[in-house]
């Protein structure tokens, strides 16, 4: 077991449009009970479809396939922000939550963290997604702040934001 980690270039249309379909499978299947189907049919063409995938890769996200047995399972992109690694997305497939694919996953970003020279990570989460904030609590995250930011369309994000803290070579 362990997650091999394929970072997505700019360039790679197919890449970005694989990466593109996985999160739309993801978020359908993950957020509909959340946001339900009209807000996901306004936020994936914004911010998940192949066009918002290579404007953010232009923008310096660093956005990775996380794959096992070289199988995509999910993907993740963060920035440099500020004193901290911003962790923009972090999806798994259903079938691969639950195997600590997370912890791995945190392990790389925090891993680019410190080589950026920070030593922090922060993340949004919707308020209502309680398996998420589980999942970010038991892995030592804190809520520092609650955000509602509006997307346009009549939607909003209605967020926590989680931080952790860590020293050059600790677990994140």
Sequence with gaps: MGMD?????????????RMAQL????????????????QLDYMIPRFQSAEAVA????????????????EPVGYMAFYPHEDHMYLSKLYLRK????HGYSHEMLA?????ALEAGLCAIELNVNRFNAGSIAAYDALGFKRV???KIDIGGGFFMDDY???IDFQGGGDA
């Design 5 to 17: 980690f394929v970072e997505l270039q700019a360039g790679d249309k197919r890449g970005i449009e």
């Design 23 to 38: 999160a739309s499978g993801i978020w359908r299947e993950h957020y509909t009970p959340i946001l339900g189907v009209e």
């Design 55 to 70: 404007e953010q890769l232009e923008q310096g996200y660093q956005s990775r396939f996380c794959c096992v047995d070289g």
């Design 95 to 98: 079938d691969a939550r639950g």
């Design 108 to 112: 790389h970003v925090r891993d680019a």
């Design 145 to 147: 702040r609650q955000e």
């Design 161 to 163: 934001v989680y931080r």
